[in-house]
């Protein structure tokens, strides 16, 4: 089954997330040590929290540059209304 990134369960692992996470854990332990599948899943989740963090920063990155700009554009207007206030008076 392929991950689905929208989905808010969590899916079964791709094989190869597998194969990569068991290749990291030995490079970590070495080849005597055994892990179990509470290490896998552990740095599994880690990864997809820090995706979803990730994603979530990127949001918030676009949402402020989108209410700057609005504010710019309100600050041009109320400029431009103090400017043609003043001529009309």
Known sequence: MAADR??????EMPEA????????LRN??????????????????VEHRMRAEREASARLT???WALTGVTL???GAT????????HLA
Request: glycine share 8%; aromatic share 6%; no cysteine.
């Open 79 to 86: 400029v431009a209304l103090v400017v043609a206030t003043l």
């Open 17 to 24: 997330d597998r194969d990569r996470i068991a290749a990291l």
């Open 6 to 11: 929208t989905q808010d369960q969590v899916v």
């Open 62 to 64: 676009r949402a402020t």
């Open 28 to 45: 970590v332990g070495g080849p005597s040590v055994v892990w179990g599948a509470g290490e896998f899943l552990e740095i599994w989740m």
């Open 73 to 75: 554009v309100l600050a």
